[in-house]
């Protein structure tokens, strides 16, 4: 399917479409990727609504560098979604692992991904969910992990036998959710990741993404996101509907911007 240039996808029209995005770090730091990539497989303008930053857990309050959300079903996206007017929608459901590091275990963490899937299938056309990249994490050495684990989860003591244990278990309950919710997965490449075991590398972002959400369409995507500064920066510079900086609650209305797309970004 091919679409106009950027330059030439500039709209002042409503959204007519929605995407829903669940998920951490992956989905924050390739934010505008996803943007992108989302209006190449789904159409533009969107009408998009993210429940995702470092670290955050799918269930419960969770604190990277002072910085504190809480769990993504807990958050206050799904009070909006109830208040806007139905549209087409598509989700994505990824960076499920972290609750392995926070001492979840593996049925309470399957519990919560599937209270996700259940509230969006309710709402959504197409769900694409992303395993965990077990490919990837079985091949780090414990002492890998103990470097990981002490430098994004300090309070953390699962151990690295646990942990892979954990991520084998669940990797087989996500598939399972997706299979009962009628969900498109979508296995993560060894060759998406470097020396980071969790985290796409920044090289393969529009070729990652535009595998994972291929699902939203049953047309062949050839495109793919080109990247724009200007994007990138005005997306880092948005807020979330309420977090805890340092211990202070700060909240920002949302919708937080509209892009030159005319897609309307709101974060959770």
Do not use: K
Request: positive net charge; aromatic residues 8%.
């Amino acid at each position: 399917m091919e679409l106009p240039a950027r330059s030439e996808r500039e709209s002042t029209s409503s959204p007519s479409r929605r995407v829903i995005l669940l998920g951490a770090s992956n989905v924050t730091r390739s934010m505008s990727t996803i943007v992108e990539t989302a209006e190449l497989v789904w159409g533009w303008p969107l009408d998009l609504l993210a429940a995702c930053g470092h670290g955050r857990s799918y269930g419960r309050t969770s604190c990277v560098f002072g910085r504190s959300l809480p769990g993504i079903l807990e958050c206050g996206l799904w009070d909006e979604l109830s208040r806007r007017s139905p549209l087409p929608t598509a989700a994505l459901v990824t960076d499920i692992g972290n609750d392995i590091l926070y001492g979840a275990g593996v049925d309470q963490i399957a519990a919560w991904v599937e209270q996700s899937l259940i509230r969006l299938r309710a709402v959504c056309e197409r769900i694409v969910i992303t395993e965990l990249p077990l490919a990837r994490v079985a091949s780090v050495t414990p002492r890998q992990y103990n470097l990981f684990r002490a430098l994004l989860f300090p309070g953390s003591r699962v151990t690295w036998t646990d942990a892979l244990n954990r991520v084998r278990e669940l990797n087989s309950r996500v598939a399972e959710l997706a299979r009962q919710q009628r969900g498109v997965l979508c296995v993560p490449r060894l060759d998406w990741y470097g020396w980071d075991p969790i985290h796409v590398r920044r090289a393969v972002w529009p070729e990652a993404w535009c595998e994972i959400l291929a699902g939203w369409s049953d047309e062949v995507v050839t495109q793919r996101a080109r990247g724009s500064w200007l994007r990138w920066l005005q997306l880092r510079r948005q807020r979330p509907l309420v977090r805890r900086l340092f211990g202070f609650e700060q909240r920002r209305a949302q919708p937080t911007c509209t892009l030159r797309s005319g897609s309307v970004i709101s974060l959770y």
